[in-house]
């Protein structure tokens, strides 16, 4: 398993993870934008990336509920 650093598109948070995950499209911890996981620098000298497509929500991590907020109306 090999880690690479990228950064956030939308709000440059700084992130890391293995290079399988790359193309996959994630939410983004810090502003919770969907980006997708850019190539590995390995992956990119040999050209075999493929970003994913239509995984938009496999990966969609809800916002917490906030206390303030009213309940859900049944």
Same mark, same amino acid.
């Given at each position: 398993?090999?880690?690479?650093?990228?950064?956030?598109?939308?709000?440059?948070?700084?992130?890391?993870?293995?290079?399988?995950? /790359? =193309?996959?499209?994630?939410?983004?911890?810090?502003?919770?934008?969907?980006i997708?996981?850019? @190539?590995? *620098? #390995? !992956?990119?000298?040999?050209?075999?990336?493929?970003?994913? /497509? =239509?995984?938009?929500?496999?990966?969609?991590?809800?916002?917490?509920?906030?206390?303030?907020? @009213?309940? *859900? #109306? !049944?």
């Amino acid at each position: 398993m090999s880690e690479f650093k990228f950064s956030c598109p939308r709000c440059e948070q700084h992130l890391q993870c293995d290079e399988r995950l /790359s =193309g996959k499209q994630i939410q983004c911890p810090a502003c919770n934008h969907l980006i997708v996981i850019p @190539p590995s *620098p #390995a !992956q990119q000298a040999q050209g075999n990336y493929t970003p994913e /497509s =239509g995984q938009t929500w496999a990966t969609f991590i809800p916002r917490a509920p906030n206390p303030k907020d @009213p309940p *859900p #109306a !049944q």
